[in-house]
């Protein structure tokens, strides 16, 4: 998602703690980034529109707390992606570690340990 890269620049100016709250506030609706952005984009191309027909919708005519609530949802977005990545790593890891703690494990057993449980599981030996 390039807004991601885009807001920052566009909120270059920062923000106020009331900016902020309003911001969060606007977030917990629970959409997804992209539906987010289409319901501002729905909404606000809308009021705007209805002030003057002839007046272009940019990011820059949104207010700061509905600026700051895209760019904290696009770098959200981003972030959760990450994370689900790094998640599949971590699992393969996980996967690695126990093979290797099972070869361990029998490593310094002793032969007839290994011809017990073949005995008792019925196998033959």
């Given at each position: 998602m390039r807004a991601r890269l885009l807001l920052p620049k566009v909120n270059a100016q920062g923000a106020g703690?009331?900016?902020?709250?309003?911001?969060?506030?606007?977030?917990?609706?629970?959409?997804?980034?992209?539906?987010?952005?289409?319901?501002?984009?729905?909404?606000?191309?809308?009021?705007?529109?209805?002030?003057?027909?002839?007046?272009?919708?940019t990011l820059k005519s949104l207010p700061v707390s509905v600026r700051l609530a895209l760019e904290m949802s696009a770098h959200e977005a981003s972030e959760r992606r990450a994370l689900e990545g790094e998640l599949h790593l971590l699992q393969a890891e996980w996967k690695s570690a126990e093979e290797i703690a099972g070869i361990a494990d029998d490593m310094f057993l002793p032969a007839s340990v290994d011809e017990d449980l073949r005995r008792l599981r019925g196998e033959g030996g």
């Open positions: 703690q009331r900016t902020v709250r309003d911001a969060v506030t606007y977030l917990d609706n629970g959409l997804e980034p992209g539906q987010l952005f289409a319901s501002t984009a729905r909404n606000h191309s809308f009021t705007e529109r209805w002030k003057s027909p002839d007046r272009k919708i």
